[in-house]
């Protein structure tokens, strides 16, 4: 079934016309309700009477996480405070997190697109979904869960952290499918066969993202669980997750173009490539009311089709993520940059800016060890390994963060120094 097949099987030069009258209207919008666009436009020598259609895109400048940062809160948002009816936040790169916020259009239209993706996954109506993706700032738990009900399926808010509950739960209620990041329906597989449960559970389809994965993985969970994993792709500055997915055909991720504009850039010279060719992937939000984004750089690496789809989608296809052009990764579902341990470092005076974030996987749930290293004025027998020092570091990090480290102590001079770009992260995590 194809949800909106209006939109989603559109003629090319059909999406090109939509988009580019989207495109007018947004230019529009921007520059006479948020000032740092208009700024910025000012400064690049271009004006809303510049943009014709979609193809003046290239005459816009490019947004970054960064520009959100230095707007913190609300600086971007084009909307008016009182129209304004959802938060959510993601991780940024210090301090301040990357703050996103929705007009009742805005969440009607991600309703929209999230169902479209589960759409892609084969899910109807007919199915129970359990979402467990986390609820609250994270766009992932309620994005996913407005767009299951929006498709009408019979919806389960699980969130995340209780896995027995989840399981009971799936066994009890028949549930046919799954929203989470893969790495957690590893584990999930992993506690039903540990359980004796593989044979009692219903499911038939899982819907995975938020974090990098692989084909391999994809196989994995398949042939674990018996049942078909999609890939659905997101971001919050964008809308959260559903901005793409993969269909049954699992030939790339089906885009919203109607509503997001994609574009491929190389990272280094900002200039875009060709189809089939990995860049950086860049979009517009089309439609977007509270907090449009122009020309957005989500540092997110792959590549773009144009071509119809063997499933009778025509929507641009991307191809599994291979990566990011910049340091962030993500541990149990939650973006962090190194530079944000370091922000928080920065406050502990006991302890010296080096530190080494050491990532793994283990039972198929992710872990982060951080060494510090301690002032040599602090550094006594007594202090070494002393339980106070290392719960506050802790309790900072949780803070910064927003998930649970360990704190490991080390000497002053014990970690290495590089001489050429620090290195601050040592990732054994291998995808399988
Ligand atoms: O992770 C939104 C989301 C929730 C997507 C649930 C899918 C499912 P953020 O927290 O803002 O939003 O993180 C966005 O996560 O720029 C990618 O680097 C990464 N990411 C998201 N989905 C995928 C995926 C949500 N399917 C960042 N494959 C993005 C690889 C993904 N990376």
């Keep these: 079934m194809i949800y909106n097949e209006a939109r989603e099987c559109m003629k090319r030069e059909d999406m090109t016309a939509l988009q580019s009258e989207r495109l007018v209207k947004l230019v529009r919008y921007v520059y006479d309700n948020v000032e740092f666009y208009r700024r910025r436009m000012d400064e690049a020598g271009v004006s809303p009477a510049d943009i014709h259609d979609i193809r003046d895109i290239v005459k816009l400048p490019y947004t970054t996480k960064n520009d959100l940062r230095d707007t913190y809160p ?64 994270f ?12 498709l009408g399926a019979m919806t389960v808010p699980m969130g995340t ?35 004796g449960l593989l044979d009692k559970i219903k499911l038939r389809t899982a819907v995975c993202g938020a974090e990098p994965w692989t084909e391999k993985m994809r196989n994995e969970i398949e042939a674990r669980l018996g049942i078909t994993a999609h890939d659905i792709y997101g971001l919050s500055e964008i809308t959260g997750p559903g901005v793409a997915c ?45 907090i449009p984004l122009i020309r957005y750089r989500t540092k997110d690496l792959t590549s773009i089709t144009h071509e119809p789809c063997a499933c009778g989608r025509t929507s641009a296809r991307i191809s599994r993520f291979c990566g990011r052009s910049d340091d962030m ?20 005076q006991e302890v010296t800016p080096h530190y080494m974030m050491i990532v793994d996987r ?33 309790t900072v990090i949780q803070q910064a963060l927003g998930i649970n480290a360990k704190i490991k102590l080390m000497g002053p001079n014990t970690l290495p120094r590089s001489e050429g770009k620090a290195v601050h992260v040592i990732d054994n995590r291998k995808l399988v």
């Excluded at 084009?78 to 997190?97: M, N």
């Excluded at 766009?139 to 929006?150: C, D, V």
């Excluded at 699992?250 to 089939?276: N, Q, S, W």
């Design 161 to 195: 952290g209780n896995s027995k509950k989840l399981i009971t739960m799936m066994v009890d209620f028949g549930a046919t499918a799954i929203a989470c990041t893969p790495s957690y329906l590893l584990h999930l597989s992993e506690v039903l066969r540990d359980e």
């Design 139 to 150: 766009t992932g738990g309620l994005g996913a869960h407005y767009g299951a009900e929006h």
């Design 246 to 290: 993969d269909c049954a055909e699992h030939a790339g991720l089906h885009v919203c173009e109607d509503h997001f504009y994609p574009e491929i850039i190389d990272p280094k010279t900002l200039m875009p490539v060709r189809d089939g060719e990995v860049g950086e992937l860049v979009f517009t939000t089309l439609t977007k009311e509270g």
């Design 362 to 394: 283990v039972n198929n749930l992710d872990t982060l060890e951080i060494q510090v290293e301690v002032e040599a004025g602090y550094y006594t027998d007594e202090v070494r390994g002393i339980e106070k020092l290392t719960k506050k570091i802790a």
């Design 329 to 348: 990764l993500i541990i149990r579902g939650v973006n962090v940059f190194p530079s944000q341990v370091e922000a928080a470092l920065v406050d502990v």
């Design 74 to 137: 609300f600086g971007l948002f084009a909307a008016k405070r009182e129209d304004i009816v959802r938060i959510h936040a993601s991780s940024g790169t210090t301090g301040k997190a990357t703050v996103v916020g929705y007009t009742k259009g805005d969440i009607e239209t991600w309703s929209e697109c999230v169902a479209r993706c589960l759409s892609m996954a084969g899910i109807t109506k007919n199915d129970i979904i359990q979402v467990a993706y986390g609820y609250g700032l």
